[in-house]
């Protein structure tokens, strides 16, 4: 059975996204951008909403041959193209590269995913990450706090039918006082 890992950066105040889906605050220092580098390199696919999907397909397909990008950042961009990805989105019509499109049921499909044998997935995405969040199909929680305050915007945690426990796994600092908390589900 395969682990499902919800990870994300995320305000203080618990928001992935500022009001007008703004992320201008994550901007991650080079040691963070490597962790997410290494955690990308772990997983053996990549699941997607819609609007995350949309940011990174806008950016990553080409972010190796963006001028003055790093070397994890070109790093980055050839994991990205090589992971396999599942989109989930009933409003668009296709997606390119080795990504697949489910319009359908993503609890079903997460299940159905998880059920196989493999390597880790992992989840992103606040909208499609709270369903599979409900259905109890998520295993580990990596939350980037960064420090900084938007006061709204697209919450990280969606509201759950019953209490969900974890166990702290690891924590960790990067510069300029972000914090990762890693928490395993207690099943």
Do not use: C
């Not at 007008?20 to 490597?34: C, K, N, R, T, V």
């Not at 296709?94 to 079903?108: F, I, K, Q, Y």
């Amino acid at each position: 059975m395969r682990k499902l890992i919800f990870g994300m950066n995320l305000t203080l105040d618990g928001y992935i996204a500022a009001p007008g889906d703004d992320i201008g605050w994550s901007a991650p220092s080079d040691d963070l951008f490597q962790w997410w580098l290494d955690q990308e390199r772990a997983s053996e696919m990549s699941l997607y909403g819609r609007k995350l999907w949309t940011t990174m397909s806008s950016y990553w397909p080409t972010g190796d041959q963006h001028p003055g990008a790093t070397p994890a950042q070109i790093e980055f961009a050839r994991n990205w193209r090589d992971t396999p990805k599942v989109v989930f989105s009933s409003t668009i019509d296709e997606v390119d590269g080795n990504t697949r499109l489910v319009g359908g049921d993503p609890v079903a499909e997460i299940t159905r995913l998880k059920a196989e044998d493999g390597g880790p997935m992992r989840i992103g995405g606040a909208t499609l990450a709270g369903a599979a969040m409900r259905a109890g199909l998520i295993d580990e929680y990596a939350i980037v706090t960064h420090p900084v305050l938007v006061g709204g915007g697209t919450p990280f945690f969606a509201a759950v039918d019953g209490w969900v426990k974890l166990n702290l796994v690891e924590t960790r600092t990067f510069p300029g006082g972000v914090v990762l908390t890693r928490y395993e589900t207690r099943r």
